[in-house]
């Protein structure tokens, strides 16, 4: 995935921290309502890859956006604003499965690429691995798969991980090389299997 690049970032942050600005202060419906709509195409596939139930991801997603507009004085500016927001969603959606008793199903549905369904009748060797790839971070324990996610699907540093997850950059990086020791053993040992099975 291509990466944004950094004026662009920088430029979109320093976006968002004024309609911060305009929300705290002015109490403006009009930038609550421009980052509604710019957030929600980032926010929803993060969450659906927290949850399949559609239903609990709209009442996250506006749970998120009422705590950012009962809070927005809250943030500090010691990070992105988008940091701030992913670590509201995180915690918002975390209490929700909590709360409906969601977590098996969470395991059972967490997905970290879209399937696209016309695809899916081709039978290539990329179509495998990424089959097996999904099945390797599905099996992950929830913590570490948040941090695969937010590491290489959303492009998030370990420090903006750590405070997205509340949790410190070592940890981060801990639960990261775990991840990826037990992908790559999940993938080789489903590659044995059917080497074996050829046999």
């Not at 990466?3 to 662009?8: E, S």
């Not at 921290?17 to 929600?40: C, F, G, N, P």
């Not at 749970?63 to 940091?83: A, E, P, Y």
């Amino acid at each position: 995935m291509t990466q944004p690049l950094k004026r662009d970032v920088d430029r979109l942050d320093d976006i968002d921290k004024a309609l911060l600005r305009q929300i705290t202060e002015d109490r403006s419906t009009v930038a609550m309502q421009t980052l509604y709509d710019s957030y929600r195409s980032r926010l929803v596939p993060f969450l659906r890859r927290m949850t399949q139930d559609q239903a609990l991801i709209e009442e996250a997603y506006n749970d998120v956006m009422l705590t950012l507009w009962n809070k927005s004085n809250q943030f500090k500016g010691n990070s992105k604003v988008s940091s701030w927001i992913f670590s509201i969603a995180y915690r918002v959606c975390l209490r929700m499965i909590k709360r409906q008793q969601f977590r098996q199903k969470v395991l059972d549905s967490f997905l970290f690429f879209k399937e696209d369904e016309e695809d899916k009748q081709e039978e290539s060797n990329e179509n495998e691995d990424v089959d097996l790839l999904n099945r390797a971070i599905k099996a992950l324990p929830a913590k570490q798969r948040v941090v695969i996610e937010l590491s290489y699907y959303q492009g998030y540093s370990t420090q903006e991980i750590g405070e997205i997850a509340d949790c410190p950059t070592n940890t981060v990086k801990t639960r990261l090389h775990h991840a990826r020791q037990k992908i790559r053993a999940f993938m080789d040992a489903d590659k044995l299997d059917e080497k074996y099975d050829e046999v």
